[in-house]
C-alpha cells in the first residue's frame, strides 16, 4: 500500500515509486568484509572522536560503493544535528553536481540535549543516506523516493551489516 503522498505524484513520478517499492531488500555486496568496518564506527563513536568517525564511515561507504560497483560518495560527519521547529535532520545526501562526487552528512550529537546518537541509529541514518546514492547510480532511478521498499532495503542492510559485525567480534574476542 503506498504512502499518502504517492497520490499527489504525477503518473511519471507514480512509477518511479513503485519502481522503488518493488525492491524489497539489498544484501552486503558480495565479498565486501564489512564487519570491522562498523566495528571501528562503533568504537570511535562511543569514544566521540568525531574526526575517526568520519574516516571509519567514509571507510565502510568506500567497501560498500565499491563492492555495488557504483560511484564513490564523500561522507561527512558533524558534530550537532540542526534543528528548527520540525524537528532534528538525521542525515542529507546531496546528489552529485557537476562533477562533484554525491556526499552523504551525518550528525553524531542530538540537538537538543548534545548526546552522542546512539550507534545503531547512527549507522541506520548513514546506510538511509546511502541508500538514496544507490537509487540513483544501482537501480538507476531518476528520482529517490521513501517507499516501503525504501524502508526495507535500508533495514536489511543494517541488519547485514550488524550481523556481520557480530560475528566478526565473536572471531576477534
Known sequence: MPFAYYFKLSAARQRIYLQSDA????????GVASG????????????QDRAAVQAA?????DALVAGYGVPK???????????DGGGELH??????????PARITVWMR????RNVVAFKTFLRTLIH???HHLDYELYMMPETFHTEGFYKRESSLVNALLREESTTGALLG
Open 91 to 100: 542525515g542529507l545526501y546531496e546528489p552529485d553536481d557537476a562533477g562533484t
Open 23 to 30: 525492491i524489497q531488500s539489498l544484501d552486503s555486496p558480495a
Open 73 to 83: 560518495i564523500r561522507a561527512r560527519v558533524l558534530a550537532r544535528r540542526p534543528a
Open 129 to 131: 543516506e546511502l541508500c
Open 110 to 113: 542530538t540537538a537538543a540535549r
Open 57 to 61: 564511515c567514509q571507510d565502510l561507504l
Open 36 to 47: 570491522a568496518r562498523v566495528a571501528r564506527i562503533r568504537a570511535d563513536l562511543e569514544r
